[in-house]
T-cell receptor, first 115, second 113 residues
C-alpha cells in the first residue's frame, strides 16, 4: 500500500513570497490533516478535512494560509505571503475515517525555509 | 486549551535497560493517546496507542494510561541503539468530528551502546 505522498520535499523562498504544498493521501482515506512542525517542537494541527469538507481549521492563520481538498482526494496548502516564522516542516497525514482510534499516517513532509 | 507536556530531555539510557518516557495532558476530555517515534529529518511513525486505563503491551513497548492523574507513559524494554529518536506523545479529543492530535514537544532519547 502506497503511503502519503507530499511534494515538494524542500522549498526555499524569500519572505513575502507565496508557496504551495501538495499532498496525496493513502487511497481510500477520508480524513486528511495538515500539521506544522517547527524545529524542536511537536507537530501542530493546522486544518482537518473530512472528504472535501473542513472539519477543523481553528489553528490555521487564515490571513495568510489557505487549504483546499478538491474532490475529496488531493489537498494543497498555500501560504501567501510567507513570513520568517513560517519556516517549518509541513506534514500531511491521513486516516481511514477519522474516528477516535484510527491511526494517522504521516507523509514525509515538506521542509520550508523562509529567508 | 489542550496541552501535552513532555520533558524534552535528552534522556540517556544504557543499551539493554528500560527507557521510561512520560507525558501529562491538560484536557480531561481527551480520549485516546498515541506515542510516535520520530528520527531526525523523518516524519513521525506510530508506535502504539492507548485509550483505556492501565497497561497495553506490544513487543518491547508498554504504554500506560492513568486518566485520574492525566498521565501517559511509554516503557521500552531491552533498549537498542536503534531506539534512539525523539518520542512524541499525542492526545486526541474527538468532538464534532474534529480529531486532530495535540502533540507534546517530544523527548529526545539516546540509547548508549
Amino acid at each position: 500500500e502506497a503511503g502519503v505522498a507530499q511534494s515538494p520535499r524542500y522549498k526555499i523562498i524569500e519572505k513575502r513570497q507565496s508557496v504551495a504544498f501538495w499532498c496525496n493521501p493513502i487511497s481510500g482515506h477520508a480524513t486528511l490533516y495538515w500539521y506544522q512542525q517547527i524545529l524542536g517542537q511537536g507537530p501542530k494541527l493546522l486544518i482537518q478535512f473530512q472528504n472535501n469538507g473542513v472539519v477543523d481549521d481553528s489553528q490555521l492563520p487564515k490571513d495568510r494560509f489557505s487549504a483546499e481538498r478538491l474532490k475529496g482526494v488531493d489537498s494543497t496548502l498555500k501560504i501567501q505571503p510567507a513570513k520568517l516564522e513560517d519556516s517549518a516542516v509541513y506534514l500531511c497525514a491521513s486516516s481511514p475515517s477519522g474516528v477516535s482510534v484510527d491511526t494517522q499516517y504521516f507523509g514525509p513532509g515538506t521542509r520550508l525555509t523562509v529567508l | 486549551q489542550k496541552e501535552v507536556e513532555q520533558n524534552s530531555g535528552p534522556l540517556s539510557v544504557p543499551e539493554g535497560a528500560i527507557a521510561s518516557l512520560n507525558c501529562t495532558y491538560s484536557d480531561r476530555g481527551s480520549q485516546s493517546f498515541f506515542w510516535y517515534r520520530q528520527y531526525s529529518g523523518k516524519s513521525p511513525e506510530l508506535i502504539m496507542f492507548i485509550y483505556s486505563n492501565g497497561d497495553k503491551e506490544d513487543g518491547r513497548f508498554t504504554a500506560q494510561l492513568n486518566k485520574a492523574s492525566q498521565y501517559v507513559s511509554l516503557l521500552i524494554r531491552d533498549s537498542q541503539p536503534s531506539d534512539s529518536a525523539t518520542y512524541l506523545c499525542a492526545a486526541l479529543y474527538s468532538g464534532g468530528g474534529a480529531d486532530g492530535l495535540t502533540f507534546g514537544k517530544g523527548t529526545h532519547l539516546i540509547i548508549q551502546p
